[in-house]
């Protein structure tokens, strides 16, 4: 049945690659989880409320473009630049109520299904520069390393709107060595063409971790997750 709806050999894959091609793009979507409703939660919004409402809509969205898009393997969830725009701009700098910020998101999602099922989809697309499209794609990966090292510990906050690189003394703090070595393993498997490489890698430093250093996760120290989003307040309040 699955063959026959998603049509796997047309598109050359299987049942097997997609299973796990869906685990991989969980676990590099998993940190929205954490980091949306730390950065909404700076805005009055509410971090539980946020947290599940994150979870049914990405859920949702992803299930939408499996069974209706099929041949498009892209997830789908909140954006990460919208949040904090939100949280400390509307909310922050205008300051209005989380109920009023949710209600523009409101009208802004109804108009961009409009734009999406005409002809004015295609439009603006084809008016966007290609040389702006290759720098919004390059400036979100950016982004996301930028979380990716700043929940590793690799860089911190410098209080100027900054984050900086840690000196070599990081080298003393167990669970940064364990993600850069869980980097370096991803690289070396997806360079030797192993399937399923990022799961491997973050699987199993994550169960060494586990099994070596409990005591460092424990007193692990989240702080920095707020700093991640601090660092484009400037930029958007000087609009």
Request: aromatic content about 12%; charged content about 10%.
């Amino acid at each position: 049945m699955m063959e026959k709806y998603f049509n796997y050999k047309k598109h050359g894959t299987n049942f097997e690659t997609e299973v796990r091609a869906g685990v991989t793009t969980f676990l590099t979507m998993a940190y929205i989880l954490a980091l949306q409703p730390m950065i909404l939660s700076a805005g009055g919004f509410d971090a539980g409320s946020v947290f599940t409402a994150t979870i049914i809509a990405t859920a949702i969205a992803c299930f939408i473009m499996g069974f209706y898009g099929k041949t498009w393997p892209i997830g789908l969830s909140c954006g990460m630049g919208l949040n904090a725009y939100v949280a400390f701009f509307v909310c922050g700098a205008l300051g209005h109520t989380p109920q009023e910020a949710l209600g523009a998101v409101l009208v802004a999602g109804i108009l961009f299904v409009i734009i999406s099922v005409t002809p004015i989809r295609a439009w603006i697309i084809n008016a966007i520069p290609k040389s702006l499209k290759l720098g919004i794609g390059a400036g979100i990966g950016l982004f996301l390393a930028m979380i990716g090292f700043t929940l590793m510990g690799l860089t911190v906050p410098s209080g100027d709107d900054r984050v900086v690189m840690l000196s070599f003394g990081f080298l003393q703090n167990p669970l940064i060595l364990i993600a850069l070595a869980a980097l370096i393993t991803m690289f070396v498997l997806d360079k030797l063409k192993i399937k399923g490489a990022i799961i491997i890698a973050m699987g199993g430093w994550t169960v060494f971790a586990w099994l070596f250093v409990p005591d460092a996760i424990l007193d692990a120290n989240y702080s920095n997750f707020s700093a991640i989003a601090t660092v484009k307040v400037p930029a958007i309040t000087h609009l």
